[in-house]
């Protein structure tokens, strides 16, 4: 296979954002297998700024000439940070980076670590946009997900981001073992009553080397089965279309207008630079585009950036072929869904015209009016299928 180079007059503009891992949590909940790692000793805050400000000065030579349009604090739970060490962060990405005005800068915070003084901090250190880990709306399954908060916790600390911030938005988790339809549509129903804009769905999966799949396995945790986990998102779609809420994304939900722009980054296949200990990011360099990623354990991270000026330990340029399939892969989790001239400029080669005409003939993929490619609502259960079958 060849290596990708190709030149920026054959793609589009791209948006460039900049995500920021911080990976320190209060506990480890059972079914996450994000970086997160829980350090009961405390850590040391201001060796830390130092290395991601370093980091943020290598990543930044290598994208020289960008202007930043979106910042994600992601954990782990960014809102342990204090707002001096966000802020720190933000006037170091404005040192070596252009940044536009009307730059989104989000941050993602649990309930648990959620209060009015440190919320003002954040908005006085640049951040306009926060994204809660709520989870759920029930105390039972709250504390089946491993939180440390109740649900009047959780919409109390919504009430706190509404009163600071003009965008905010929060997560659930559903097809959790027991759900009904019926439960799971008042829940989400009342979750919309506090939302303003902006909600993240997500159906709860089950990932190796958590505790939930321990649990799973030994059949002390019942999934939904298909049809069910089926209802159960069918329902969610009905529910969110219903207030306005629709869904611009396989799991998240927005107003027109009011979809997070950062996450729209990866979806679109656009460039990023990732900081901190487990972050990935995809950049260009002299044609050519690079998949990185950092160290994940934040100690082995902080000693590679002292010792090298960035915690890199993935750098590979993508093939042709890589880059196309995660444009693929990416584009179609959105109901934009994606541009066939770029896949071909991308890849080399046109999709399979036959297959897409068997997709369409299910029912499973639509062509837009503008042209572009997406997967039909009724098909976004099996989008997995659908993306495999178009990239093979």
């Known amino acids: 296979m060849t290596l990708t180079n190709l030149s920026a007059t054959t793609l589009p503009a791209q948006t460039f954002g900049v995500y920021v891992h911080w ?4 506990s480890k909940c059972p079914y996450c297998d994000f970086n997160s790692h829980v350090r009961h000793g405390g850590i040391d805050q201001s060796r830390y700024v130092a290395g991601y400000l370093r980091e943020i000065e290598t990543m930044a030579a290598r994208t020289n000439g960008r202007t930043v349009s979106t910042i994600f604090f992601g954990g782990g739970t960014p809102s342990l940070m204090q707002p001096e060490t966000v802020g720190a962060i ?15 800068v989000t941050l993602e915070a649990n309930p648990t670590s959620v209060e009015a003084g440190r919320f003002r901090g954040f908005r006085a250190a640049g951040v306009n946009r926060v ?10 399954a709250l504390k089946e997900l491993g939180r440390l908060h109740t649900a009047e916790e959780a919409l109390k600390a919504v009430a706190i981001a509404r009163s600071v911030f003009d965008r905010y938005s929060f997560d659930l988790i559903y097809a959790r073992p027991g759900q009904t339809p019926e439960a799971w549509a008042s829940e989400l129903r009342r979750a919309i009553a506090e939302a303003a804009e902006h909600l993240s769905l997500y159906q709860l999966t089950i990932e ?3 505790p939930f799949f321990n649990l799973h396995r030994s059949g002390r945790i019942a999934m939904p089965d298909e ?3 089926r209802d159960l998102y069918d329902m969610t779609q009905e529910v969110c279309e219903a207030a306005g809420l629709q869904a611009y994304e396989i799991s998240n939900h927005a107003r027109a207008g009011a979809e997070c722009r950062h996450n729209l980054v990866y979806w679109r296949g656009d460039e990023y630079a990732g900081i901190g200990p487990g972050a990935h990011g995809r950049i260009e360099q002299d044609g050519r585009r690079y998949a990185t990623a950092t160290e994940k354990r934040p100690e082995s991270w902080l000693m590679r950036v002292e010792a090298l000026g960035h915690g890199l330990v993935v750098d590979d340029v993508l093939t042709r072929e890589e880059r196309a399939d995660e444009y693929l892969l990416m584009g179609l989790r959105l109901a934009e869904g994606i541009d066939p001239q770029r896949y071909e400029v991308l890849s080399g080669r046109p999709l399979d015209e036959r297959r897409i005409a068997n997709l369409r003939a299910e029912g499973a993929v639509e062509t837009t009016s503008n042209g572009r490619l997406r997967v039909t609502q009724a098909a976004f259960p099996i989008l997995d299928a659908v993306v495999a079958d178009l990239a093979a």
């Open 23 to 26: 990976p320190f949590c209060l």
């Open 90 to 104: 933000l006037d170091a990405i404005g040192k070596h980076w252009a940044v536009a005005p009307d730059v989104e």
């Open 131 to 140: 994204s809660l880990g709520v989870q759920a709306l029930d105390d039972a």
């Open 208 to 210: 190796p080397d958590t």
């Open 227 to 229: 049809d069910l986990a």
